[in-house]
């Protein structure tokens, strides 16, 4: 691993300020931004992407709606390193690579690119009457599902044969509405019955029926024609799972993490690469060992271009996954930070945080924490670190102030993490918030702020409406208006805040060889940085929620 920077990093969407990449670089010159932040985490929207607000990408080529090649230049002109993102698991259904297998089918380059369904278990289960395997159930008790139902989406190749892909993540299946006149075309019925035809087809798929649903009563000769039309027309989006078996997949890893490192990437953040080892027989998560073989295998192609990878992992402290990572040499995210200090602001309790700062640093685990993210607030990952019951206790405070909780498919009483913005989750408390700030900005590692974090944003229900079922993150994603943003920079918690990073980013106790030293009396924590004779001292008070930074920088 290259040197490990601990600078404060910015994370946003390319338009989370404004409406594109340009408004956050130049929000970033301003005078009260001036040495806050060491890097720049953009999330994948600035990408060609489609689906999940990001995670979906068609290819790594700017999305030319929000960024420009100046942007980024103009990024790293601030002194800013870049964090990006490499979808290591997926691709997009509108991936290249992905359309050629639409266009070609089984002779496409491309056509071991993808997981076909079938071909993976095949032997291995049992065909269903709509065309594809259920595993048995001692593989599917080894599985982790990430949504309802089987991971699959069944794709119409040009031979009419329906193929199921898997596809862990998001997908979205749009079928074309015939016209009037196409359906005379397909059926061979006078107009006036195309035009009964057209209108059982319309109120149909309007209502969210899938073709062979749509009852066609007296008209059921013409209906057969019109559904096979409607299957052999639909449109997809998607996450389709890439087969690491085929050597194309690697060349695609190779070439995207050098297009990474051409962007001037530092560090890139390996999502949800735990899911792309598959074997039967095995875990389609964290399968161990073939996880870290893939991320060893990786790092191989990453190191000759001086980029630091990030992998994402989120499982139960009581596992000890971040341990791994870190003993394998690599950074890891510190998601127990959130949900502990909503923890230990709320019991007045000190402890737990103390005990886990200690850790990181007996350790030595270069971690990158966070308050608030593009996601939610993880709380499945405390297991193990602090009692059921107080998870549980964590889960509905931060529910009874308006978040939202994603439950893991399938998974009882087991909560992946809670939507919310983290000031909201706090109560909307300044006190709390800037209590938050200070011990992240002391906590060991490097502090990644997101930006609606630094503006005090609060629960955006409208964005939740807007986006529709599976919206509950855009609680957390609300774009800011450029004026928005100038009237935040004028209250005391913006100010505060940008003090701190100024202070976290320009004082020279804040050094990977810095001594970190962590005290614990229940309700008061004492971390103190000392690099070479320079110290910076935060004491913070969570029954009184006060807090004291002391330095000789």
Known sequence: MNKFDVSPMLNAYPDSIGDKLSDTVNMLALPEFTGAFGSFYILPSVFNTDLDRGFSVIDYNLNEQLAKKED????????????????????????????????????????????DWNKFWENEGEMTADGYIKPYDEHLKKMFFRKPGLPILKIRMTDGEDVPYWNTFYQQVDYIRPTVQQIMKITGVQYCTAKKLH????????????????????????GEKI??????????????????????????????LK??????????????????????????FLNEPATWDV?????????????????????????KIYLKIAQKGYMTYDFFLPG?????????????????????????????????CHDGIPLLDLKGLIPDDEIQSLIDTVVSRGGYVKNLDGQKNMYYQVNATYFSALGEDERKMLLARAVQLFMPGKPQIWYL???????????????????????????????SVEDALK??????????????????????????????????????????GKTATLTADFSTFEYKIETNC
């Open 72 to 115: 980024i230049e103009n990024i790293k002109k601030l002194g800013l390193n870049l964090k990006l993102d490499f979808i290591l698991n997926h691709a997009s259904v509108l991936s290249p690579q992905f359309q050629d297998l639409l266009k070609k089918g089984r002779n496409s380059v491309y056509a071991d690119f993808f997981i």
């Open 453 to 483: 974090d630094l503006f005090a944003g609060k629960n955006d229900y409208e964005a939740v409406k807007r986006a529709g079922a599976g919206g509950h993150k855009e609680i957390n994603r609300t774009n800011l208006s450029v004026q």
């Open 295 to 319: 991320l060893e295998k990786v790092n191989d192609i990453a190191t000759p271009l001086n980029l630091n990878l990030l992998p994402e992992i989120h499982a139960a402290y009581g596992e």
């Open 199 to 222: 209108e059982i087809v319309c109120t149909a798929l309007d209502e969210g029926k899938k073709p062979s649903e749509i009852d066609f009563a007296q008209l059921c000769e013409q």
């Open 259 to 284: 297009r990474l490192a051409d962007y001037g990437a530092k560090t890139v953040r390996l999502d949800a690469f735990a899911y792309a080892p598959k074997a039967v027989g095995e875990p389609n």
């Open 491 to 532: 209250t005391r918690i913006v100010q505060k805040q940008l003090e701190m990073l100024k202070f976290r980013k320009n004082c020279p106790a804040f050094s990977e060889n810095a001594k970190i030293s962590v005290e614990s009396d229940n309700q008061k924590l004492t971390i103190t940085w000392d690099n070479c």
């Open 340 to 372: 502990l200090l909503i923890h230990a602001i709320e019991k007045n309790d000190a402890t737990v945080i103390a005990k886990w700062a200690r850790e990181i640093v007996d350790n030595n685990i270069h971690t990158v924490n966070m308050l608030g």
């Open 227 to 256: 559904r096979d039309w409607l299957e052999s027309n639909r449109e997809y989006l998607g996450q389709m799972d890439l087969n690491i078996n085929s050597e194309l997949v690697w060349d695609f890893y190779a070439d995207t």
